[in-house]
C-alpha cells in the first residue's frame, strides 16, 4: 500500500453535555455564601478577596450521583447553607484533593444545620474529620 503524504487526523467528535446550573445561579450563590459567613477564610482566616471562593459542603458531584429530581438537586446545591468560604489555595485544593481535609469545627453552623436537616451527617462526617 503506497501513502500519498501524511496522514491527516479528523477531530473527535464529542456529546454535549447537558448543563448542570445556570450560571447567574452559581454566582448568586456565592454572592449569598459570601454574605453569610464574611469575606475571611474559615480555615486560615486569610482575608485576601481574590484567593477566596465559596465551598459547597456537601459536594455537587455527590448531591447528583443520588438521581434525586432535578429540582430537588438544585435546591439542595444552591441553598446557601451548604456553603463556606476558603482560600483558594492551600485550604480548598488540598480539601478537594483529599490531602488535607477541612476539620470539621471549622463548618459554620448553617453548615451542620443543612447537613442534620437533609440527613447527610454521614457524608459530612466522612469527609471533614473531627480534629
Not at 470539621?104 to 462526617?125: Q, S
Amino acid at each position: 500500500m503506497k501513502r500519498s503524504g501524511a496522514l491527516k487526523r479528523r477531530p473527535m467528535k464529542r456529546k454535549r453535555r447537558a448543563r448542570r446550573h445556570d450560571p447567574n445561579q452559581t454566582g448568586a450563590w456565592h454572592a449569598a455564601v459570601f454574605r453569610a459567613n464574611g469575606a475571611r477564610c474559615a480555615v486560615c482566616g486569610n482575608e485576601h478577596k481574590p484567593d477566596l471562593e465559596a465551598h459547597h459542603v456537601i459536594d455537587k458531584g455527590w448531591l447528583w450521583n443520588r438521581r434525586w429530581d432535578f429540582d430537588d438537586v438544585h435546591a439542595l446545591m444552591w441553598d446557601e447553607r451548604n456553603g463556606m468560604v476558603v482560600c483558594t489555595y492551600p485550604c480548598h485544593a488540598l480539601h478537594t484533593l483529599a490531602a488535607k481535609r477541612i476539620p470539621r469545627y471549622c463548618l459554620p453552623a448553617a453548615a451542620l444545620d443543612f447537613a442534620a436537616a437533609h440527613g447527610f451527617m454521614t457524608k459530612l462526617e466522612a469527609d471533614y474529620p473531627a480534629a
